[in-house]
Nanobody, 123 residues
Framework: QVELVESGGGLVQAGDSLRLSCAAS????????MGWIRQAPGKGREFVGV????????LIADSTKGRFTISRENAKNTMYLQMSGLTPEDTAIYYC????????????????WGQGTQVIVSS
C-alpha cells in the first residue's frame, strides 16, 4: 500500500510563511522521487517542486522559485515544502506525490497522490 500523508495547510495572510509536510510509508518508499503538485480553484494542476530521494537534490518550479524550498528528514521519511512570501495566487490544494521518474511529477502525472492539504492565502 502506498501512503503519502500531507499536513500543515491552513489559512494565512499574504506575506506569511507556511510549511507543509508529507510523510511517506509503505510502497511509497520505493519511489525515487517525491514532490508537490498544486491545484488552484478552477485551474489545472501545477508542478511545484520535486525531490530526488536518493541524492537529495531538488527542482523548484519557476513560478515559486525563490519563495518555496523542499527539504527532507530521512529518519522520518518526511518531505517538507517551506513556503514564504505567500500571495493569494498560492491558494490551492497542495498534493504530495511520488513517482519512479522525475518527469512524471514535473508533467503532473505521478504514480501516487496524497489526499491533499488546503492552503488559503488571504489578501
Amino acid at each position: 500500500q502506498v501512503e503519502l500523508v500531507e499536513s500543515g495547510g491552513g489559512l494565512v495572510q499574504a506575506g506569511d510563511s507556511l510549511r507543509l509536510s508529507c510523510a511517506a510509508s509503505g510502497l511509497a518508499l520505493n519511489f525515487n522521487y517525491m514532490g508537490w503538485i498544486r491545484q488552484a480553484p478552477g485551474k489545472g494542476r501545477e508542478f511545484v517542486g520535486v525531490l530526488d530521494r536518493s541524492a537529495g537534490g531538488t527542482l523548484i518550479a519557476d513560478s515559486t522559485k525563490g519563495r518555496f524550498t523542499i527539504s527532507r528528514e530521512n529518519a522520518k521519511n518526511t518531505m517538507y515544502l517551506q513556503m514564504s512570501g505567500l500571495t493569494p495566487e498560492d491558494t490551492a490544494i497542495y498534493y504530495c506525490v511520488a513517482a519512479e521518474k522525475i518527469h512524471m511529477i514535473v508533467n503532473g502525472s505521478p504514480a501516487s497522490w496524497g489526499q491533499g492539504t488546503q492552503v488559503i492565502v488571504s489578501s
